[in-house]
């Protein structure tokens, strides 16, 4: 029992070398070394879907020069809005389970904020929205709470969800089949831009927030013995930041109006970094997000520490469907109306997982949600450009989304047979 | 009935009387009397169907006995649940250890009991805990303690297991099969760790078919046979034959020639 020596360390040890994330480097050049070895290792985070974004890009942009002027990537992003708030509603369900139904939930969202904001009901904007937000949350406890209490498939009973809401919102629809907004700041959500001088002041805003939490944090774990990044690699992290906000505000206040000068960054960016930011902040930083990657990791697991899966799992299901509710008023405040046109369908989800949240349960953050909105909304607007029909959109889609759900299942082999 | 063990303090840490357990016309205990003093390895072994899981599910609280006392600290407890037998103190590692792969190894080992700062997760706190409880028990083959569970070893995992049990500041810890699936080294590094606990004042329940796990860590050995003890006894009484017999007849002549009756 004493003589037990450990000639133990080797073996374990070089298997953590193998899969040593970043977080044990101290140098930037170790940093860098341990992001290539774990991007090896399978865990390839966003970097294909950020690589298949330059393809797609550069692919378009030698198809149509237009593809990448300051006009048409504006557009690019109001179009992509919606999918990116779908795409993120649906990453909370997917850490183990799937929601269908979100896409024509989102509609119903869109048809009460138009409704409610009509003359003969006059809400103002505000509770109209909220409103619509609260029944689109209540659909989802319900759904959830029939998936969770009966212990149903998610995928049928949301697949039902698919089916019954669509109805529901050509029912509300009638027969015009379409309901226009009439309410300005409703419309301007999607449509409205901030002036090219309070984009600078918004974007250095927001920069400014991220870099000083950023850096406060990591400086303070480095401080405390914690395991921390280095101090080049939190640099970097801001100076990106800062990057991306320049070019963002740049491109958005160049001038895209063809008749009437048309400048800075459009409502829809800053709603989308909002939510970005609150889902962000709940799966990492609370409980309840810490309770929702354990259930997919090991739902058993989370069971025997106590986690109440039935709870954790409902509400999962319906901040699922309030996103759903703010994509749905994002995409009618776009077309300034809701009309039986409105496409629900499943391919939309998989934004998400085209961003690299896994299918297979336990891994995703709302920022993959947002790249994989990105792909969607390119491949949408670059075959539009060209001329493509929707029976060809839809075609290529699916390859892309192939395409991701492959490189995930593939990784996590990669991480298996390790 | 159990042969008097030198104790360091009053009475043993848990002790089992008389006690029973059926499923239906099965009887699966019989009359167990068993003492688990602290700061010993108790090891518990007997073959496939002897009860030796569903004693280990009696103390913790995942079944409830059908006759007998199970007395803790000298008072007689009822466990209904794995909620009180965690409440007294009592922690199992299973054998698929239950940990969530995806999350790296503070998150498993405050999995349900996470530090909050306010409503956000107070990180710092917990990797500090961690950090400690790791470096306490000499676990430092770990590279990183913010790696994923997945990136780990066998043995490294049932480490974790195993210090997430002492994170809580348990006083029993009972392992099912701990070494079942490691390679020779990591059973090394394993059965170190459960003399550590011991070391630190922690009984420990050690279930095991491994003969070389019992005789390398264990202090005393409980023989399950068909539902009956067959035999408990300091470790050094016993040899590897004499266990195998008592597991498989339930009697062993080597052991009667060795010592008195149990």
């Keep these: 029992m004493t003589d037990v020596k450990p000639e133990v360390e080797e073996a374990p040890s070089q298997a953590a070398l193998a899969l040593a994330p970043e977080v044990m480097a101290t140098s930037l050049n170790e940093y860098m070394r341990g992001t290539y070895l774990r991007i090896r290792g399978g865990d390839s985070g966003v970097l294909p879907v950020v690589a298949g974004l330059i393809l797609i890009s550069a692919l378009f942009q030698a198809l149509n020069p237009h593809f990448l002027t300051a006009s048409n990537l504006v557009n690019l992003l109001i179009q992509g809005a919606a999918y990116m708030l779908l795409a993120m509603g649906e990453v909370f369900p997917l850490l183990g389970e799937i929601d269908l139904s979100i896409g024509f939930v989102g509609g119903i969202g869109g048809i009460i904020v138009a409704e409610l904001v009509k003359s003969q009901y006059g809400w103002p904007w505000w509770a109209a929205i909220l409103a619509a937000l609260l029944v689109c949350a209540a659909i989802g406890l319900l759904q959830g709470t029939i998936i969770t209490r009966l212990g149903l498939p998610s995928f049928v009973v949301t697949l039902a969800g698919l089916l019954g809401w669509q109805g529901v919102m050509l029912l509300m629809l009638g027969n015009g089949g379409s309901l226009p907004i009439n309410d300005n700041v409703v419309n301007d959500l999607a449509s409205g831009n901030l002036t090219p001088a309070a984009s600078w002041v918004v974007m250095i805003l927001i920069v400014a927030v991220f870099s000083a939490r950023t850096w406060r944090r990591e400086s303070r774990r480095r401080s405390s013995g914690l395991v921390a990044p280095p101090a080049s690699v939190t640099l970097i992290k801001i100076g990106g930041a800062a990057l991306a906000g320049i070019v963002v505000v740049l491109i958005c206040n160049t001038d895209r109006g063809r008749v009437v000068p048309i400048k800075g960054v459009p409502w829809v960016v800053l709603i989308v970094l909002g939510v970005l930011a609150m889902w962000t902040a709940l799966l990492g930083r609370t409980k309840f997000g810490r309770y929702l990657y354990a259930i997919g990791g090991n739902a058993e697991a989370a069971r025997r520490a106590g986690v109440n899966l039935t709870t954790i799992r409902t509400v999962a299901f319906s901040l699922s469907s309030m996103t759903a509710g703010i994509a749905g008023v994002v995409y009618a405040s776009r077309l300034r109306s809701v009309s039986t046109a409105l496409d629900g369908g499943t391919l939309v989800l998989y934004a998400a997982v085209i961003g690299g949240t896994s299918l297979f349960g336990g891994r995703g953050k709302a920022i993959h949600a947002v790249l994989g909105g990105l792909v969607i909304a390119a491949i949408d607007n670059g075959m539009g450009l060209q001329g493509y029909s929707a029976a060809a959109k839809y075609v290529v889609t699916a390859l892309v989304l192939l395409a991701s759900v492959t490189i995930d299942a593939v990784a996590r082999r990669g991480r298996l047979a390790r | ?262």
Excluded at chain 2, 90 to 109: F, P, Y
Excluded at chain 2, 217 to 242: I, K, N
Aim: charged residues 20%; contains cysteine.
């Design chain 2, 1 to 262: 009935m159990t042969l008097p063990v030198p104790q360091t303090r009053e009475g043993p840490l848990l002790e089992l009387r008389h006690v029973e357990k059926h499923f239906g016309a099965v009887q699966a205990l019989t009359g167990i009397d068993l003492d688990v003093p602290a700061g010993k390895v108790t090891a518990l072994v007997g073959d496939n169907g002897a009860g030796k899981s569903v004693l280990i599910k009696c103390i913790a609280g995942i079944h409830q006995p059908d006759g007998g006392e199970i007395v803790w600290e000298g008072r007689p407890v009822h466990l209904r649940s794995p909620r009180d037998s965690s409440a007294l103190g009592i922690e199992t590692v299973h054998q698929d250890l239950a940990l969530c792969d995806n999350l790296d190894i503070v998150q498993n080992m405050f999995l349900g009991r996470e530090k909050l700062h306010r409503i956000a997760l107070d990180e710092e706190a917990m990797e500090r805990a961690a950090t400690e409880t790791l470096s306490s028990l000499a676990v430092t083959t770990v590279r990183s303690i913010r790696q994923p569970v997945a990136s780990l070893s066998g043995g490294q995992r049932q480490s974790v297991a195993i210090a997430k049990t002492v994170l809580w500041n348990s006083k029993l810890v009972i392992m099912d099969e701990p070494t079942a699936a490691l390679g020779v080294a990591q059973t090394t590094m394993v059965l170190e760790l459960v003399r550590t606990l011991a070391g630190r004042g922690l009984a420990v329940l050690l279930v095991s078919h491994n003969m070389n796990d019992v005789f390398g860590v264990a202090d005393r050995v409980a023989v399950l046979y068909l539902g009956r003890l067959a035999a408990v006894r300091p470790a050094g009484e016993l040899d590897r034959q004499s266990v195998v017999d008592l597991m498989t007849t339930g009697e062993s002549s080597r052991m009667t020639e060795a010592s008195g009756p149990a």
